[in-house]
Each structure stands twice: as structure tokens, then as C-alpha cells.
């Protein structure tokens, strides 16, 4: 039985060469054996991350049946495209957030996945990080009572907007499907429950005709109440805080810790409050977690659910700031937890 599964990537994305790479390199299970893009770092970045093989297209990368899976960091608008290629030649596939722009897209990607009997996730790498486990260890053990709120923030300044894909609706740009999305996977994530109806409102960006901010509000079917924002257009936070009966949870760096530290802050009705301070490598996590299922070649259900039952909460916000109004779920099962 194989003990490495051998990684192929497309694009010389940011994401790819700071984080991802870094993470195959720490991982135990991974190897990367080759990368492809048309752009010249392309021979920089091999060079830096001992890759062996470089492609200048992606369909001479997928050709390659020494490559195990593919890691898809693409605008987002090719995700839908790309996935359902990789799958086709028979690649399990990482692909970055979100990993399509509708439910339909999702689902038609998950069934060509299914069907060539590949292995996909979609790249949520935050909810590695041992502080979210540890924080549904305490709300399960009652210490904070009832839980009746959830907040949870992300944003960052977008400084440069020229060129950039955030900024480019036709890419699949704006703040929702940016940012957004870590917003509405933390809380289903955390609350280990689905949406029953949304409303968002969205502020957009007069040239590019993106969202560059949305807030919304999130009715569980558990009866528990969140709310989120997100932008690219303020200064750098990503947190969450979990209000109960008897106490808070507030976890600041709950999408970014720095350098793999985060801690979070337990507080109780009398104002006496803890620190538990928590280590993880979160994108390093995240590859091995994911290449351990393809090394045992058993495909995890909820993965491939939780993909689409994000999805509909986020086309649901679209929905919601068009129509200016709440937009009700379907009833659905309960999403991935980890």
C-alpha cells in the first residue's frame, strides 16, 4: 500500500506558493511531483519547492498517471472546469473555496467526481486548527449553557484593486464567495447545524460591480440565531464569538492564526474568564487529513454534502440581497463536522 500520495498542481497562485506548497513539504503523506502554468515563476517556484516536472498546460499535467490528485487553486469561476477535468482523467482533487459559484455547479462537479471514483474536497483549511474541536468540546460540556448566538467576522483592505480577481465578477469576485463563505462554513461548522433562512445585504463596489461587503443574519434549524460580515474593505479581522446562557466563547484568530497559534477566551456570567492557548499547522492538517482518505480509498460522504449545503447558503444570500428579504432553506442534513 502506497504511504505518499503523489500531488500535481495547477497555477502559480498566491495561495498555492505561501501556504499549500509550505504544507505538501511539512506533510507526511504528501509528495508534490509537478506543477503547471504557462507563467515563467513557474521554474522559480519548482526550483524553490523541488518539483520534479513542469508543465506548460494543465491538461499535459493531468495526462501524467504518475500523479495522484491535483490541488485546484484557480479564480473561482474555473473551478467548475477544472475539477470535473481533473476528474476525468482520474485525480482526486483539493480545490480551493468555493469550489463552485452555484448549487448546481457543485453538484454537477461532485457527480463527475463520483462517478470516475475520485476523492474531492473543498479547501476549508481553517476548521483544521485544533481550537474550533476544542471549542465544540466546551459548548458540548454545557460550560457556557444554552448556546444562543453566533457571531463571526472576516475582513481585509484590499488595497490594490487593478487587476485583481476579487475584483472581477465574470472570475467570480466579491466578498461572499471571497470571504464570506469562511463565514457561513464557521458557523455551520461549529453550531453542527444547517441554516433555515437567511437574509443578507450586500454594499457594492460602483466599478467592478462586486460586493465588497455583505452582512447577513442566520436562522439555524436549531433554533440558535448568527450573524456575520465580511469585506475587503476594512481593516484585517477574523474571528467568532459563541454567546449562552451561562457564558462566551470568543475565538479571535479563529480563520488566521498566526504562524499556527491562536488561542481562545472562555468567559463566564460572573466576568471571570480563561485562556487556552492551541497550536495546528492548519493547511498542513488539512492535506494530510485529505490524503490519508485517498490513501485508504474510502470517500467521505459528508464532504462532498457539506460542499453543496455551503453552496446553498451562499446562493441563498445572493437571493436575499436581490429580493431584499429573507430567503428560506430547504430542509437538509446536517453538514461535515470535524
Not at 460572573?270 to 497550536?279: F, I
Not at 490513501?295 to 440581497?321: P, R, W, Y
Amino acid at each position: 500500500m502506497a504511504t505518499k500520495v503523489r500531488w500535481g498542481i495547477l497555477s502559480t497562485a498566491h495561495v498555492a506558493q505561501d501556504e499549500l506548497l509550505p504544507a505538501f513539504t511539512d506533510a507526511s503523506n504528501t509528495e508534490v511531483v509537478a506543477i503547471a502554468s504557462s507563467n515563467n515563476k513557474v521554474y522559480e517556484i519548482a526550483s524553490k519547492f523541488k518539483i520534479p516536472k513542469i508543465y506548460g498546460t494543465y491538461e499535459e499535467l493531468l495526462d501524467d498517471s504518475d500523479i495522484d490528485a491535483v490541488y485546484i487553486p484557480l479564480p473561482n469561476a474555473l473551478h467548475s472546469t477544472w475539477v470535473k477535468k481533473a476528474a476525468e482523467k482520474g485525480k482526486h482533487v483539493l480545490c480551493e473555496k468555493p469550489a463552485a459559484l452555484t448549487v448546481i455547479e457543485a453538484k454537477e462537479m461532485i457527480e463527475v467526481c463520483k462517478k470516475n471514483s475520485v476523492m474531492f474536497m473543498e479547501g476549508y483549511m481553517y476548521q483544521f486548527h485544533p481550537q474550533h474541536k476544542r471549542v465544540k468540546e466546551i459548548i458540548a460540556s454545557g460550560e457556557i449553557g444554552e448556546v444562543k448566538i453566533m457571531r463571526a467576522s472576516l475582513s481585509f483592505f484590499l488595497e490594490d484593486q487593478i487587476g485583481n480577481i476579487r475584483m472581477n465578477q465574470k472570475l467570480g469576485g466579491g466578498s461572499i464567495y471571497d470571504v464570506g463563505c469562511y463565514c457561513i462554513h464557521s458557523i455551520r461548522n461549529i453550531l453542527n447545524t444547517e441554516p433555515k433562512r437567511v437574509f443578507a445585504s450586500a454594499q457594492n463596489d460602483i466599478s467592478n460591480q462586486v460586493d465588497i461587503s455583505v452582512t447577513g443574519i442566520i436562522e439555524l434549524e436549531n433554533g440558535i440565531i448568527a450573524e456575520f460580515d465580511a469585506a475587503m474593505d476594512r481593516t484585517r479581522v477574523g474571528q467568532y464569538e459563541i454567546i449562552g446562557t451561562k457564558g462566551t466563547i470568543q475565538a479571535p484568530r479563529a480563520f488566521i492564526p498566526q504562524n499556527g497559534h491562536a488561542h481562545i477566551v472562555i468567559v463566564d456570567e460572573a466576568g471571570n474568564y480563561r485562556v487556552e492557548n492551541l497550536y495546528g499547522q492548519q493547511y498542513t492538517l488539512e492535506v494530510e487529513y485529505f490524503s490519508q482518505i485517498i490513501l485508504e480509498g474510502k470517500m467521505q460522504e459528508e464532504l462532498l454534502e457539506d460542499t453543496i449545503q455551503n453552496m446553498s447558503v451562499i446562493e441563498a444570500c445572493f437571493k436575499s440581497i436581490e429580493k431584499e428579504t429573507f430567503v428560506n432553506l430547504c430542509p437538509s442534513n446536517q453538514g461535515a463536522a470535524f
